[in-house]
Antibody
Framework: QVQLQQSGAELVKPGSSVKISCKAS????????MHWIKQQPGNGLEWIGW????????KYNQKFNGKATLTADKSSSTAYMQLSSLTSEDSAVYFC????????????WGQGVMVTVSS | DIVLTQSPALAVSLGQRATISCKTN??????????MHWYQQKPGQQPKLLIY???NLASGIPARFSGRGSGTDFTLTIDPVEADDTATYYC?????????FGGGTKLELK
């Protein structure tokens, strides 16, 4: 069965960076986009961008250009998102989600990673 | 960006029908498909795909859930509502980048 297992919660200082992971199993990792979605406490969902692990191509929501960097390691079927220059506005839960290429919807989601930015 | 508008909350009685709406400020149809999708999210959990391309039931989702609509107006219907359906429901469009979500509708029981 398809599973996306994300790394654990992070407490980080303002101005620093953090890298969170999403390990995929149960399907061919290089054949599907991996998306990242942000959810601030009590708020809705915001799409950050995607990476196609097959060739490393990425696409970002312009709002997250310079904030998020998406990478993928084919050997371990793991996708990563690095967030830089962190502020309190980056405190949120971050989900990875497998993207269905033709339709643009997210059919499997990771459990989410809570990132807290605090001094 | 395409803006998706949902009512913040809806209260229905057990066994009744719940209709959740999602309106967009741009047409999300393209070559015969409506690029609108629905998700359910319970507190502390990740969202779950319910409906894709406006009216297609995702795998493992009960037939009590259905979706319809085209263009700029879409609805998710739950009939009959069960206690386990209390959650927040989000619509999402994939017609244009960036993909965007509605603000969510919280379904509560009367």
């Amino acid at each position: 069965q398809v599973q996306l297992q994300q790394s654990g919660a992070e407490l980080v200082k303002p101005g620093s960076s953090v890298k969170i992971s999403c390990k995929a199993s149960g399907y061919t990792f290089t054949s599907y986009d991996m998306h990242w979605i942000k959810q601030q406490p009590g708020n809705g969902l915001e799409w950050i961008g995607w990476i196609y692990p097959g060739n490393g191509n990425t696409k970002y929501n312009q709002k997250f250009n310079g904030k998020a960097t998406l990478t993928a390691d084919k050997s371990s079927s793991t996708a990563y998102m690095q967030l830089s220059s962190l502020t309190s506005e980056d405190s949120a839960v971050y989900f990875c989600a497998r993207g269905e290429t033709q339709g643009g919807f997210f059919d499997y989601w990771g459990q989410g990673v809570m990132v807290t930015v605090s001094s | 960006d395409i803006v998706l508008t949902q009512s913040p909350a809806l209260a229905v009685s057990l066994g009744q029908r719940a209709t959740i709406s999602c309106k967009t400020n741009q047409n999300v149809d393209y070559y015969g498909n409506s690029y609108m999708h629905w998700y359910q999210q319970k507190p502390g959990q990740q969202p779950k795909l319910l409906i894709y391309l406006a009216s297609n039931l995702a795998s493992g989702i009960p037939a009590r859930f259905s979706g319809r609509g085209s263009g700029t107006d879409f609805t998710l219907t739950i009939d009959p509502v069960e206690a386990d359906d209390t959650a927040t429901y989000y619509c999402q469009q994939s017609r244009n980048l960036p993909w965007t979500f509605g603000g969510g509708t919280k379904l509560e029981l009367k």
